[in-house]
């Protein structure tokens, strides 16, 4: 058993987390690039925390320009051991009201113009991603929105759109047709990185809107995300502290963890060697084996 190191992922704000102890940012370079910003580390109690601003301090980066190869590299090279990933969504469902927690645990990725695997050719892998998140780290994270005032549905499905324009109506509606709970454009191919790197994964959808579908509110526009997401934010800061607080004792493993064993498909002899000097980090554990 191991202890918890706990990455954060997500928007401008959440970085004023009270509590955190040590607090020092820290440049970290990976063979993929540069990630999104520095990592912001600390601790709170006995849990390390990382955190990593998804778009940059001043949010610089649109979704579709993301190194999201980089950004879990950077986490798994920290040691992180678990990803919990704050963003906000646009709902595709009357029940699911702005400043609603929803705690999705699975995708449709509608994404095009990102790359969306650390392997490729010279060494292939295929993960398995019937179950996209961590159904403990979700459980957990659920928990701790709700202590700290959000109101939280557990379970969802998250559409993963390219951006960075908003859905038209049609759209919306279509994605409503597919059984989609909520929409955002960053949660993929992150969430599919973070497997490939043996990292569970939890995502919470924070509400601001109601995308382009319904009739009874305006379009969603940025100046009415911004007002809710400020309202978010608080209790999501607030949520990564009892998260925090509540991981208590030695982290016990997850199936996750040990993913990639029987996922590589390249016989040993064909690998290439840059490819797997590249991921010394992200599948070193297996690769050195």
């Given at each position: 058993m191991t202890n918890w190191v706990l990455g954060i992922?997500?928007?401008?704000?959440?970085?004023?987390?009270?509590?955190?102890?040590?607090?020092?940012?820290?440049?970290?370079?990976?063979?993929?690039?540069?990630?999104s910003d520095e990592l912001l580390m600390g601790e709170i109690g006995a849990v390390k925390l990382v955190f990593l601003p998804r778009h940059g301090r001043g949010h610089r980066i649109p979704p579709s320009d993301l190194n999201f190869r980089a950004n879990i590299d950077a986490l798994k090279r920290v040691g992180c051991t678990d990803i919990v990933s704050l963003s906000a969504v646009g709902s595709l469902r009357e029940a699911l009201n702005p400043g609603t927690f929803v705690i999705a645990d699975q995708f449709i990725d509608r994404t095009f113009a990102?790359?969306?695997?650390?392997?490729?050719?010279g060494l292939v892998a295929h993960v398995s991603m019937a179950h996209p998140t961590c159904p403990r780290l979700s459980s957990l994270a659920a928990a701790a929105a709700r202590a700290a005032g959000a109101r939280v549905i557990e379970g969802g499905t998250y559409l993963a759109m390219e951006g960075p324009q908003f859905s038209t109506k049609a759209e919306s509606e279509l994605y409503r047709s597919w059984g989609c709970d909520i929409i955002g454009m960053t949660n993929m191919p992150e969430a599919k990185l973070a497997r490939e790197a043996e990292l569970p994964y939890?995502?919470?959808?924070?509400?601001?809107?109601?995308d382009g579908w319904h009739e009874e509110f305006a379009p969603v526009e940025v100046a009415n995300i911004l007002a809710v997401l400020l309202e978010n934010s608080s209790k999501a800061r607030d949520a990564v502290q009892y998260l925090a607080t509540g991981l208590t004792g030695p982290r016990t493993p997850s199936p996750i963890d040990t993913c990639l064993e029987g996922a590589i498909i390249t016989a040993p002899e064909a690998r290439d060697p840059a490819l797997i000097a590249k991921l010394d980090a992200v599948a070193g554990r297996v690769l050195r084996g």
């Open positions: 992922v997500g928007g401008s704000g959440l970085y004023e987390i009270e509590g955190l102890k040590n607090r020092r940012w820290v440049k970290i370079d990976t063979p993929w690039g540069d990630p990102r790359v969306k695997s650390f392997f490729g050719q939890a995502s919470v959808g924070m509400i601001t809107d109601y």
